[in-house]
């Protein structure tokens, strides 16, 4: 089945940076479109970054030239490397695949930034 684990998150200082990694399985990785996701307390999961199978990226504007995303197909693996963190980045992060026509999300991985 399809299996996706989040790592990476956790506490950071304002304006400091994170890496957040995603691993893959039960899905043709090199062809399926990857994103990151993001929730804060008491607001709306929203975008924040998205991959496809051939590499064209699109961020969301209040991360942009902040938030940069990666994907390594031999490790099948999709990274979101997080620079300048503000007090407002904090949320629990998500790795989404679309797969089939399907949605498939991993379980968060917390990211705080305290100010």
């Known amino acids: 089945q399809v299996q996706l684990v989040e790592s990476g998150g956790g506490l950071v200082q304002n304006g400091g940076s994170l890496r957040l990694s995603c691993a893959a399985s039960?899905?043709?990785?090199?062809?399926?479109?990857m994103s990151w996701y993001r929730q804060a307390p008491g607001k709306q999961r929203e975008f924040v970054a998205s991959i496809t199978g051939g590499g064209t990226t699109d961020y969301a504007e209040a991360i942009k030239g902040r938030f940069t995303i990666f994907r390594d197909n031999k490790k099948s693996t999709v990274d979101l490397q997080m620079n300048t963190l503000k007090p407002e980045d904090t949320a629990v992060y998500y790795c989404?695949?679309?797969?089939?026509?399907?949605?498939?999300w991993g379980q968060g991985t917390q990211v705080t930034v305290s100010s």
């Open positions: 039960g899905i043709i990785f090199s062809t399926t479109d």
């Open positions: 989404k695949a679309y797969y089939f026509l399907k949605n498939y």
